[in-house]
């Protein structure tokens, strides 16, 4: 999960994460911030309805999808 790449994004576009949010809401997702939130935290992982949704509203392309929500760790 890229956060920063996330909210620069979403503020790159000119939407804030609130109408962002609202958004998602009205097309039927259930995403309260606080759920928003422990995504960008990792603290619990993004649903992919919750995706698919954020990457409808934002716009995201699906390689920007790709770099934000899944990561590949090389160690």
Same mark, same amino acid.
């Given at each position: 999960? /890229?956060?920063?790449?996330? %909210?620069?994004?979403?503020?790159?576009?000119? %939407?804030?994460?609130?109408?962002? %949010?609202?958004?998602? /809401?009205?097309?039927?997702? /259930?995403?309260?911030?606080?759920?928003?939130?422990?995504?960008?935290?990792?603290?619990?992982?993004?649903?992919?309805?919750?995706?698919?949704?954020?990457?409808?509203?934002?716009?995201?392309?699906?390689?920007?999808?790709?770099?934000?929500?899944?990561?590949?760790?090389?160690?």
């Amino acid at each position: 999960m /890229n956060k920063d790449k996330l %909210l620069g994004t979403i503020k790159s576009k000119g %939407l804030t994460v609130t109408a962002v %949010l609202k958004k998602v /809401n009205d097309d039927g997702i /259930n995403l309260a911030p606080s759920t928003f939130y422990k995504g960008l935290r990792d603290e619990r992982p993004f649903k992919t309805n919750e995706i698919k949704a954020l990457a409808k509203v934002i716009p995201l392309t699906r390689s920007e999808t790709m770099d934000i929500f899944f990561t590949i760790e090389v160690s």
